[in-house]
């Protein structure tokens, strides 16, 4: 199975700031790597995939970026609805998918 | 707007064969770019990916479930189904539905979850 690997686990940040949550995998994906957001007691909502593509309905505010195994979300400027936990996923082999463990951001 | 519902929260006693729907409105599940499939999310913890199907009856699954998982289809019903047999308290999760596009393999769109515990 190929691991993926969050950093950090979490972290407090201020409305306003810019913040960036790593994913690592362990073997080379090339781009299949999309990300999540989740808040408590709601279910996953796809905000990128692919690296890079924004879904539909998602701020422009959320970006990603990398290639091969090591993948950034970046969130510029946070608004109070962007504490959430955010989850990344690697579609390069679906034998099987897997998640990371998410990254909790959280209100400092 | 597609909609998923898995059916209600349960309990389910240990060794017992887990079941549930999806049903999935405002949409067609015939549609040849998506897949359907199940995630589940024990307390607290991270997601996992337990398998999908096409509209035409193939399914894969998780290699580390795949004794345990059946996922079946019923396009008349716009729905799909799991069963997960011979549960354990390790079972116990919020197990989620979702579409999954078939080119890249991400989860666009997913239900709410439902919350199974396995207890005796």
């Known amino acids: 199975d190929i691991q993926m690997t969050q950093s950090p686990s979490s972290l407090s940040a201020s409305v306003g700031d810019r913040v960036s949550f790593t994913c690592r995998a362990s073997?080379?994906?090339?781009?299949?790597l999309n990300w999540y957001q989740q808040k408590p007691g709601k279910a996953p909502k796809l905000l990128i995939y692919?690296?890079?593509n924004l879904q539909s309905g998602v701020p422009s505010r959320f970006s990603g970026t990398g290639s091969g195994t090591d993948f950034t979300l970046t969130i510029s400027g946070l608004q109070r609805e962007d504490f959430a936990t955010y989850f990344c996923?690697?579609?390069?082999?679906?034998?099987?998918?897997?998640f990371g463990q998410g990254t909790k951001l959280e209100i400092k | 707007q597609l909609q998923l519902q898995e059916s209600a929260s349960r309990l389910v006693k240990p060794l017992q064969t887990l079941s549930l729907t999806c049903d999935v409105s405002?949409?067609?599940?015939?549609?040849?770019?998506?897949?359907w499939g199940w995630a589940r999310q024990p307390p607290g913890k991270g997601l996992e990916w337990l398998g999908y199907?096409?509209?035409?009856?193939?399914?894969y699954y998780n290699p580390s479930l795949e004794s345990r998982v059946t996922i079946s289809i019923d396009t008349s019903a716009n729905q799909f189904s799991l069963k997960l047999s011979s549960v354990t308290a390790a079972d116990t999760a919020i197990y989620h539905c979702?579409?999954?596009?078939?080119?890249?393999?991400?989860?666009?769109?997913w239900g709410q979850g439902a919350l199974v515990a396995v207890s005796s």
């Open positions: 073997q080379y994906i090339s781009k299949y």
């Open positions: 996923q690697q579609s390069y082999s679906s034998n099987p998918y897997t």
């Open positions: 979702a579409r999954v596009e078939i080119y890249s393999g991400y989860f666009d769109h």
């Open positions: 199907i096409y509209h035409n009856g193939h399914s």
């Open positions: 692919s690296t890079s």
């Open positions: 405002g949409g067609s599940i015939k549609n040849d770019d998506y897949s």
